[in-house]
């Protein structure tokens, strides 16, 4: 019983950062909730391990976002649908600052989108966006100079640095 209650007080606390994280990287909504839900689903099957690690949560994040590649590329349409330009009418009170940003971030590519979202939304370290990432630090650093040039193409650079910050 302490197990499931030590998981219940995990999921309820991360739940919603994990899927707002995860739609900043993958920009769509549902597909970050049915991905995070499956990241959940797998942490509570290996619950007595995952709950040993210093970060349980960059676990779930990691594992959603590997489920939401997989489901990319088994449905190359879907990852069409998610780069439309257009927002979702069905998300309460979005600033049109934040939908710019939406909109800037699905034009990226999607290592430059996650290395952006980990390290200026979730607000990770540069090694600790490569931990999580899997790739060298110099990568990181050059995916968030790229991202940050696309964006700052797209939105402008005022906008750019009030939307995501800077680094």
């Known amino acids: 019983m302490v197990e499931r209650t030590d998981f219940d007080a995990f999921y309820t606390a991360g ?3 994990v899927v707002g994280q995860l739609y900043a990287m993958v ?3 549902a597909e970050a909730e049915d991905a995070v839900q499956e990241a959940y689903c797998r942490a509570w099957q290996r619950w007595s391990t995952i709950s040993q690690y ?3 949560e960059s676990w779930v994040r990691t594992v959603a976002y ?8 088994k449905a190359m349409s879907r990852l069409r649908a998610h780069r439309r330009d257009a927002p979702r009418d069905d998300i309460p009170d979005l600033r049109a600052e934040h939908v710019a940003l939406m909109g800037a971030l699905r034009g990226l590519k999607p290592a430059l989108r996650q290395a952006i979202v980990l390290h200026y939304v979730v607000g990770l370290p540069v090694g600790e966006v490569a931990r999580e990432t899997g790739a060298a630090e110099g990568t990181v650093k050059s995916r968030l100079s790229r991202g940050r040039a696309a964006l700052a193409a797209v939105l402008g650079e005022e906008r750019m640095m009030r939307t995501v910050g800077h680094g």
Not at 66 to 73: C, K
């Open 54 to 56: 210093a970060d349980a």
């Open 15 to 17: 739940y919603r950062r």
């Open 66 to 73: 590997r489920v939401a590649v997989s489901n990319w590329r």
């Open 27 to 29: 920009g769509d909504l």
